[in-house]
Structures are given as structure tokens and as C-alpha cells.
């Protein structure tokens, strides 16, 4: 106890050094310039990740809930908002796959379906179920293939296109309305059990041949699909939005997104998905409809912990940078890390489960930089006065607090200073602070300056969160 009250008022003493001092940087918010609205931010569970957090390889309760509210509390952790379920296409959970709901043909696409439903989704469903229980309220639903038997390869991996889209030829037929059927039974399911999935998504990573679940399709072929499951969604009445294309990198969605303007089918689709691997977030989409960023991580990198170290791609400081460029420069409204929590030496959750322990990444405390104070709902706003290391970004949430992200990139602290220049301004400020020595330490009030003004110092290698009160 004695270590952290001396952390934290060594952080404050610190912040404090350049009160009365003259700011190196001015910040300007502005309220009433206001760009895209936010979904939310949040994580993957699938491949069975959920089972692991569950406890089925040795998480005990007690640890369990510890990193549920990691993950989910508003109090504790990084109140994460959207979790994204994978739905599943294999006959069998063998390694880490995940289960179709019917594994088996029916024997042709106008057979009657006999669906086979466990209630457990590998864990999805009570993941879930202790999600919603926070909070949550976005659920979205991905599928990586259809089955197989419903593919031109009959296999689930290893690419392969659904059949009776344009430029594929089946003996079985067109399964084009039977996979609409498919996911939206998946959807009934989910419904049953008392989650509403807001989200739904037919193809993930569409342009790669892998040897897990995957499945091939062009803008053409996505646009032959979207023709039949709109209007299916539409007579189960259903108002889940679709999602479209998850594609691998920026690059390649803006592609996806081209030629699905070009066939007429942009307006099926509710929300515009890409992830940020094979080519990173560069730019704006070209569409008015939001745009998410589904699923990103450092699939390569061994497991760090650092907030900074040497500015490597797993390091706290460089997701934190990553996500607020997402919503500056990309005009994202959602960022979804891929995995929450699992068992792994690499840097693709955001917590390291083993056994019953588990190790907190700073890549978490980044996030919830942003996902504790930036409430699906809110807007981003102007905020200029930022620079080559000292990057900046605002949003006005729709209970009318507004939130400031400031991070220092630089090996020197900065004194800045905080003004409020159209639209709201606030009471009083509170900040909070994640470093290498902090994670999301609140300092409490921040010092008033002159001419209504606020002023702080931002440590170097830092990022504080300012937060209108």
C-alpha cells in the first residue's frame, strides 16, 4: 500500500513541477467541430479463447473474474465495449477450431437443414452472456467460411469460395440462400440465449488461403451475397447490421469496398470492417458509412509487458499511438484488438493466461486509455496543437463530458496546456496517467491556469487522459 500511494504522488509531484510555468505546447479543444461518432472499442474471444477464459485449462474463479473485469469493468479495468464472436464452419473442434452448427450437408442446398446447436459455442455464448453483465451491448458475429460442403475446395480451410457466387461452378449447386439461412439461425441461437448480436459478418480476411478456416471472395462475389442476405435478414426480422469485408490490411479493403460500390451493393452493407495486418490503417475509406477496425495485433512479436522499450510493435506506447491515428487520421468508429486473453508467448492479447495466472500487457492499459473515457455514443471533436512526438485527440461523449488523449512520444517531458475554444467547456478537469510506472493512475484535478486554461506536464513516454468533470 505504502509503494502505491508513493507512485502515485511521485507521478502528481511530477505533474506539478511546471504549474506556474509558462506551457512548451498549447492544446486547443473545440466542441463544436465535430467528425465521426464511436462505436466502441473492444476484443476477440473466438478459436476458443472464451473456453480458456472460462477457466478450462486452469483459470480458477477467483482469477477468472479478475480478468473479466480487466477486460469488462468500468471501475478496474478497460470497460471494453463490442466483443466479437467467431462463428463457426468445422465438423469438428480439433485443434483450436471452431464448430459449425451444421457440420454435416443436408445433401443439397434445398434440402431441409438439421442444425445442431451445443448452447456453448465454444464458450462464446457465456462469454457473452458475463459480457452483457458489464455492460456490453455490441456483439458482433464473423464467420471465416461458410462449411465446407457449401465451398467449391468442400473444405472450410484453405480458401475456396462459396458456391453460386459470380465465376464458381458446384456440382451440389447454389448455397448462396442456404448460408443466409445458416447465419441466421447462428443469430436465433444467440437470441435465445439472450444476447443480441448487433453485427454480423459473412467473410473474414476474404483475399488469403489459410490453412485454419478461410474463404475466398472478390467485391463481386461479396456483392453476388449480400444480394441474398440482406433481404434474408430482412424477412427474419432482423434489424443486425452487416458487416463487410474484414479484409486483411487497408489496402485491400479500400479494393473490397471499390468494387462493391461499383456492383451497387455499398448499400446492403451497415458498417465498413478491415483489419490493419498485411497493410496498416492509412487514410479515410472512401464511404459515409462507419468504418471499424475488426481485428489487428503483433502476431509475431515474443510477449511483452513494456509500455516503451525500444518501440517495438507489441509495446503499450505503440498501440496507444496506433489506435488514437486510427481515429485522427482513419476516421475509424471502433477498434477491436483480436484477442482478449489467452495461453501464448506472442503478442496477440492483450492478457497472457497460464494456468491459473495470468500477466496484464500495456497494450490493455492503452486501450482502456481511451475505451474507459471514449463511451459508445460519443463524438470526436477538434483538437489541434499536437506535433511529431506529442499527439492529441478529443471526444465529447452523449452525456456531454469530454475527453482529452495527449500521448508523448518524445524522451522529454513536455509542459502543456489545455484550452477550450468553442463549443462546451468544462467545470474542471481530472486526469489519468499510464506509463511505464502507472496504469491509468488517476492524479485527480488538474491545476487551472490563466484565462481559464489548464495545466499540466506530460512525462516523457506517456499518455494522459483528461477528462472533463
Known amino acids: 500500500m505504502f509503494s502505491s500511494i508513493l507512485l502515485v504522488a511521485t507521478a502528481l509531484d511530477a505533474l506539478n513541477v511546471f504549474t506556474f510555468a509558462r506551457a512548451q505546447l498549447s492544446i486547443t479543444i473545440d466542441s463544436s467541430l465535430q467528425y465521426q461518432h464511436v462505436d466502441g472499442f473492444g476484443i ?58 451444421q457440420p454435416l450437408s443436408p445433401g443439397s442446398p434445398a434440402a431441409a437443414p438439421f442444425y445442431n446447436w451445443d448452447g456453448s459455442d465454444s464458450g462464446q455464448v457465456w ?30 480451410t484453405q480458401g475456396g469460395s462459396l458456391c453460386g457466387v459470380t465465376n464458381t461452378f458446384c456440382t451440389t449447386g447454389d448455397w448462396r440462400q442456404a448460408y443466409a439461412d445458416y447465419l441466421v439461425q447462428y443469430l436465433s441461437y444467440y437470441a435465445a440465449a439472450g444476447i443480441n448480436v448487433t453485427h454480423v459478418g459473412f467473410v473474414n480476411e476474404p483475399e488469403l488461403h489459410e490453412r485454419y478456416a478461410s474463404m475466398i471472395s472478390n467485391s463481386t462475389q461479396s456483392a453476388d451475397f449480400l444480394r441474398v442476405l440482406a433481404p434474408t435478414l430482412k424477412a427474419a426480422g432482423l434489424d443486425t447490421k452487416i458487416t463487410c469485408c474484414d479484409a486483411a490490411g487497408w489496402k485491400s479493403q479500400a479494393r473490397m469496398l471499390a468494387g462493391i460500390q461499383a456492383a451497387g451493393a455499398e448499400s446492403l452493407i451497415g458498417v465498413v470492417t478491415s483489419h490493419g495486418y498485411s497493410s496498416p490503417l492509412n487514410g479515410t475509406l472512401n464511404t459515409t458509412l462507419p468504418v471499424w477496425q475488426t481485428e489487428w495485433s503483433d502476431l509475431h512479436g515474443n510477449w511483452t509487458d513494456d509500455w516503451y522499450f525500444n518501440h517495438t510493435a507489441g509495446e503499450g506506447l505503440t498501440w496507444a499511438v496506433t489506435i488514437q491515428k486510427a481515429f485522427t487520421e482513419s476516421n475509424i468508429s471502433a477498434f477491436i484488438y483480436w484477442q482478449g486473453a489467452e495461453m501464448t508467448g506472442k503478442n496477440t492479447a492483450l492478457i497472457r493466461l497460464a494456468g491459473d495466472s495470468y500477466e496484464v500487457s500495456k497494450r490493455l492499459w492503452a486501450m482502456a486509455q481511451f475505451s474507459r473515457f471514449v463511451r459508445p455514443g460519443a463524438v470526436r471533436i477538434d483538437a489541434e496543437g499536437g506535433n511529431e512526438e506529442v499527439h492529441v485527440s478529443a471526444f465529447t461523449n452523449s452525456d456531454g463530458v469530454v475527453t482529452v488523449q495527449v500521448i508523448n512520444n518524445s524522451t522529454n517531458a513536455t509542459d502543456i496546456e489545455l484550452i477550450f475554444d468553442g463549443g462546451k467547456i468544462p467545470a474542471s478537469l481530472k486526469s489519468f496517467l499510464t506509463d511505464n510506472e502507472n496504469d491509468l493512475t488517476d492524479l485527480g484535478q488538474v491545476t487551472t491556469g490563466n484565462n481559464g486554461t489548464w495545466e499540466s506536464t506530460l512525462l516523457a513516454r506517456s499518455m494522459l487522459s483528461f477528462v472533463g468533470v
Not at 473466438?46 to 480478468?67: D, E, H, M
Open 44 to 101: 476477440s474471444a473466438s478459436f476458443q479463447r472464451a473456453q480458456q477464459i472460462c477457466g478450462k485449462y486452469g483459470l480458477s474463479p477467483t482469477n477468472r473474474t479478475k480478468v473479466l473485469d480487466l477486460l469488462f469493468s468500468n471501475t478496474t479495468g478497460a470497460s471494453l465495449t463490442i466483443l466479437r464472436n467467431g462463428i463457426g464452419s468445422a465438423n469438428s473442434s480439433s485443434l483450436d477450431y471452431m464448430n459449425s452448427i
Open 127 to 156: 462469454l457473452s452472456q458475463v459480457a452483457a453483465s458489464y455492460g456490453v451491448k455490441t456483439f458482433a458475429a464473423d464467420a471465416w467460411s461458410a462449411p465446407g460442403y457449401m465451398k467449391t475446395n468442400n473444405d472450410d
